[in-house]
């Protein structure tokens, strides 16, 4: 993928903001079928006038499908998408992974998936799930938003209660991004790497992004809300409102996009997994894999943090889930907090 334009940068560091209409999730989920349909098959469907039909249709564009329309034949997508389905999610879970993990609660609109599970009540240790087509106020790290294309992505949020107080979860954005990656391998997806502290990339480009939120009781139980968006299949003009550099599961698996079921519920799976034996473990069990997946280590990095901005060497993550990187010389730990960091030449 090309470095997507800086344009409208000035409205979100991450994505552009949704100010659209609501699309049409019955119309879409007709045409998702695939193949052509015509506009009076799909009014007598969905029980309104073929007008109706044309302006779900111009929703649906406003939201970067792309809708063909051929005169005399009906209206088809330019290429084939999956929606989500709980069930399908779950489908690809074993059962002694499904039960680990209590309700997945898929939706059409939300404003946020990390939002709606934070408002709930607290989670069992065996977690709860949230995840939706479209978030109308997705969140990113450090205050951005967060959109995710429509069928073009995943939005997920995990979340599950911890006793040992918030201190103890140093470390936990690194454990999500090892059970994204443990999922999309399962998936047949290779590739993919992480950047400290919740970026998922691939080549250089992001793939998908990771937001900790923790709720409760900072020195008892608390909750974490584990907030996942991936890039599926992108389509030409959904990337173009993307103003960083990116990639998406279709362009590593070759151009055949893994279905976004299967690859949500090894997440959820995996989720489930890691934040369990981080429960009990905390992230010294996990130094290790991270260690093969440190898209960072050995590479010269710009840390932002505030009004400053300074060159190190990344060396790698200490027990707790700091990046170590080696400053002029003296070796210095660096905490997620505010900080950003990327890697030079990028
Ligand atoms: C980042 O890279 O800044 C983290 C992005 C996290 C986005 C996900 S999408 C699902 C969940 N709901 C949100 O509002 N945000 C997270």
Same mark, same amino acid.
């Given at each position: 993928?090309?470095?997507?334009?800086?344009? %409208?940068?000035?409205?979100?560091p991450?994505?552009?903001?949704?100010?659209?209409?609501?699309?049409?999730?019955?119309?879409?989920?007709?045409?998702?079928?695939?193949?052509?349909?015509?506009?009076?098959?799909?009014?007598?469907? $969905?029980?309104?006038?073929?007008?109706?039909?044309?302006?779900?249709?111009?929703?649906?564009?406003?939201?970067?499908?792309?809708? /063909?329309?051929?005169?005399?034949?009906?209206?088809?997508?330019?290429?084939?998408?999956?929606?989500?389905?709980?069930?399908?999610?779950?489908?690809?879970?074993?059962?002694?992974?499904?039960?680990?993990?209590?309700?997945?609660?898929?939706?059409?609109?939300?404003?946020?998936?990390?939002?709606?599970? =934070?408002?709930?009540?607290?989670?069992?240790?065996?977690?709860?799930?949230? $995840?939706?087509?479209?978030?109308? =106020?997705?969140?990113?790290r450090r205050?951005r938003?967060?959109?995710?294309? /429509?069928?073009?992505?995943?939005?997920?949020?995990?979340?599950?209660?911890?006793?040992?107080?918030?201190?103890?979860?140093?470390?936990?954005?690194?454990?999500?991004?090892?059970?994204?990656?443990?999922?999309?391998?399962?998936?047949?997806?290779?590739?993919?790497?992480?950047?400290w502290p919740?970026?998922?990339?691939? %080549?250089?480009?992001?793939? &998908?992004?990771?937001?900790?939120?923790?709720?409760?009781?900072?020195?008892?139980?608390?909750?974490?809300?584990?907030?996942?968006?991936?890039?599926?299949?992108? &389509?030409?003009?959904? &990337?173009?409102?993307?103003?960083?550099?990116?990639?998406?599961?279709?362009?590593?698996?070759?151009?055949? =996009?893994?279905?976004?079921?299967?690859? =949500?519920?090894?997440?959820?799976?995996?989720?489930?997994?890691?934040?369990?034996?981080?429960?009990?473990?905390?992230?010294?069990?996990?130094?290790?894999?991270?260690?093969?997946?440190?898209?960072?280590?050995?590479?010269e990095i710009a840390v932002a943090s505030g009004s400053e901005t300074w060159t190190a060497?990344?060396?790698?993550?200490?027990?707790?889930?700091?990046l170590?990187v080696?400053r002029?010389?003296?070796?210095?730990?660096v905490d997620s907090g505010e900080v950003s960091v990327r890697a030079t030449?990028e």
């Amino acid at each position: 993928m090309s470095r997507a334009s800086l344009k %409208k940068a000035a409205e979100t560091p991450a994505r552009r903001p949704a100010h659209r209409a609501a699309a049409a999730p019955e119309l879409l989920a007709l045409l998702a079928r695939g193949g052509e349909v015509s506009g009076a098959e799909l009014a007598a469907t $969905l029980g309104v006038t073929r007008a109706a039909v044309w302006k779900q249709v111009e929703q649906l564009r406003a939201r970067g499908l792309g809708v /063909l329309a051929e005169a005399g034949r009906g209206y088809r997508l330019d290429a084939p998408i999956e929606l989500l389905d709980a069930a399908r999610i779950a489908a690809a879970m074993t059962p002694r992974e499904r039960e680990r993990i209590g309700a997945i609660d898929v939706r059409w609109q939300i404003d946020s998936t990390s939002s709606e599970l =934070a408002r709930g009540a607290d989670p069992l240790p065996n977690a709860r799930a949230c $995840l939706a087509e479209i978030q109308t =106020a997705g969140r990113g790290r450090r205050g951005r938003r967060w959109q995710t294309p /429509l069928a073009g992505g995943i939005a997920l949020s995990f979340a599950r209660r911890f006793d040992g107080g918030m201190a103890s979860l140093s470390g936990l954005s690194l454990v999500a991004g090892i059970a994204v990656l443990r999922a999309l391998a399962d998936a047949g997806v290779a590739g993919a790497a992480l950047k400290w502290p919740n970026d998922i990339v691939a %080549k250089g480009q992001k793939l &998908g992004g990771i937001l900790v939120e923790l709720g409760g009781d900072a020195l008892g139980p608390c909750r974490a809300v584990v907030g996942i968006g991936l890039n599926v299949r992108i &389509g030409a003009e959904q &990337g173009s409102a993307i103003d960083q550099p990116w990639t998406d599961l279709a362009s590593l698996a070759g151009g055949e =996009a893994p279905s976004r079921n299967a690859v =949500a519920g090894r997440m959820l799976a995996r989720l489930a997994e890691a934040l369990d034996a981080f429960g009990a473990s905390g992230f010294a069990a996990f130094e290790r894999e991270y260690a093969e997946h440190d898209a960072l280590h050995g590479r010269e990095i710009a840390v932002a943090s505030g009004s400053e901005t300074w060159t190190a060497i990344a060396d790698g993550v200490t027990s707790r889930g700091a990046l170590r990187v080696v400053r002029g010389g003296r070796a210095i730990e660096v905490d997620s907090g505010e900080v950003s960091v990327r890697a030079t030449g990028e």
